[in-house]
């Protein structure tokens, strides 16, 4: 017993380092427990609140630059609204016809991004809206240029958004020409990937993606970006597509929770089926 | 007592400046960790042992208000602190803080932090081996080193004063 005082009187800091080492990797598994996930959620609320008026000051900032940018959209949205108008009737023209339901709209809630954590692979933003506006995890966040993301965790008053551009971001996509379905994931880099998709399929550099039906998450039809590279990798089955996001991550500033949930029957007669 | 304060204190400064101004500084996706450069400073001050659990307790405050996986900043940051003791020196703990090895030391504590760190996240990304060493841990190094210029000359500064 003295022999072992003794050790561990000598190589303290070793015995400290592996003790650190221990507690860290036995919370590995502890990311999906509900009760850690409440302590964090008031954690980010408390975070959240010391953040909004540091991200008033760094929007400052930026705000010149911004209004350019505003205004220069706002030219091509008008000239964008116009053409979309024009494609509306026309659209309602063909649905009568076609005797097509109409989709039904989703409820947006506005949000503000207080906060974000870049650290080159699991990137995520904080909003400022939680429970208390009726968002709920998995719920879809979308801005005017598409797809940004998905809520992974609430507070009362603040949310976490977990963005495209992020290692376990993965949903299923199609491409609105062909139809082709695949999975689109983050490649490490500003770009995305279409993957499963056959050589022999139909996908070609300037097609839109857009989120699939098969999403339990995400509603079909929600812009995800433009194909920018179409490649045959000698070897594989499948093609290399990459994918540009529509949405400027490095400026995200105000977004959108979409209040959509998925069909719980789907999802509970697919899991079903998966047990079996 | 008012010591430890101080340090939580700078902690919470750190993660909501990280949260809300590093990200406009970031270049292709790469940012500076400062949570690692004052886990340094906290080794370099304090010693090896304070270092290793001030890094854990700082990793997992990060882990915590990030939303990232919870533990693995935990862990990176244990490590770094842990090699960053290596440097500690007991009979002038500010000595290395206003010299170059405290850039040397973030370097060296950023390349085990970020190896750990990347070489986990990274499994199973359609991320090449070049990327992964070249973008995502030499650039986010060599990053971290560039930021940690500004304590170092605080440090050299305030080093001077003290000694005139």
């Known amino acids: 017993m003295q022999r072992l005082i003794y050790f561990m009187q000598v190589y303290r800091e070793y015995v400290i380092l592996a003790a650190l080492i221990a507690i860290s990797v036995a919370l590995f598994p502890l990311n999906d427990n509900p009760q850690i996930k409440q302590l964090r959620a008031y954690t ?19 705000l010149r630059a911004e ?86 965790l609430t507070s009362d008053n603040y949310s976490i958004g977990q963005v495209l551009l992020n290692m ?50 995400f509603p079909p039809g929600i812009f995800i970006g433009i194909v920018s590279r179409v490649q045959n990798i000698p070897g594989s089955i499948t093609k290399d597509i990459r994918v540009q996001p529509g949405v400027d991550f490095s400026r995200l500033e105000e977004v959108f929770v979409m209040l959509y949930k998925a069909d719980e029957e789907k999802i509970t007669l697919e899991e079903y089926f998966d047990r079996r | 007592m008012i010591k430890y304060a101080r340090y939580v204190l700078v902690v919470v400064a750190l993660l909501v400046f990280q949260a809300s101004v590093i990200p406009f500084i970031s270049l292709v996706g790469v940012t500076p960790d400062l949570l690692l450069i004052y886990v340094v400073v906290l080794s370099l001050r304090e010693g090896q042992i304070p270092g290793t659990v001030g890094g854990f307790l700082i990793g997992l405050a990060s882990d915590f208000v990030t939303g990232d996986f ?4 935990a862990l990176t940051k244990t490590i770094a602190g842990f090699v960053a003791g290596f440097f500690f020196n007991e009979t002038s703990p500010l ?16 390349i085990a932090h970020n190896m750990i760190h990347f070489g986990f996240l990274l499994q199973g990304m359609p991320v090449g081996v070049s990327e992964i060493v070249f973008k995502f841990i030499i650039g986010t190094t060599v990053y971290t080193v560039v930021v940690a210029l500004i304590p170092y000359f605080l440090f050299s500064a305030r080093s001077k004063s003290i000694h005139t």
């Open chain 2, 95 to 110: 000595q290395p803080l206003s010299t170059y090895t405290f850039l040397v030391v973030v370097g060296v504590a950023a």
């Open chain 1, 168 to 217: 376990d971001f993965r949903t299923s996509a199609k491409v609105e020409r062909s139809r082709i379905d695949g999975i689109v994931q983050w490649d490490g880099s500003t770009h995305l990937r279409l993957s499963n998709v056959a050589k022999t399929l139909d996908v070609n550099e300037g097609d839109v993606i857009v989120t699939s039906e098969y999403s339990n998450i």
């Open chain 2, 70 to 73: 919870l533990g693995l900043g």
């Open chain 1, 44 to 62: 980010i609320a408390g975070l959240g609140f010391l953040h909004e008026p540091v991200s008033v000051v760094t929007e400052t900032v930026t």
């Open chain 1, 67 to 152: 209004n350019q940018r505003l205004r220069r959209s706002n030219i091509q949205l008008a000239d964008e609204v116009y053409q979309l108008r024009e494609a509306r009737l026309e659209n309602i023209r063909l649905r009568r016809k076609l005797e097509f339901k109409e989709r039904s709209s989703y409820d947006l809630v506005a949000a503000r991004v207080v906060g974000q954590s870049i650290d080159a692979v699991r990137n995520t933003i904080t909003l400022n809206v939680g429970k208390n506006n009726g968002v709920r995890e998995q719920m879809p966040i979308v801005s005017e240029s598409g797809l940004v993301g998905r809520v992974v």
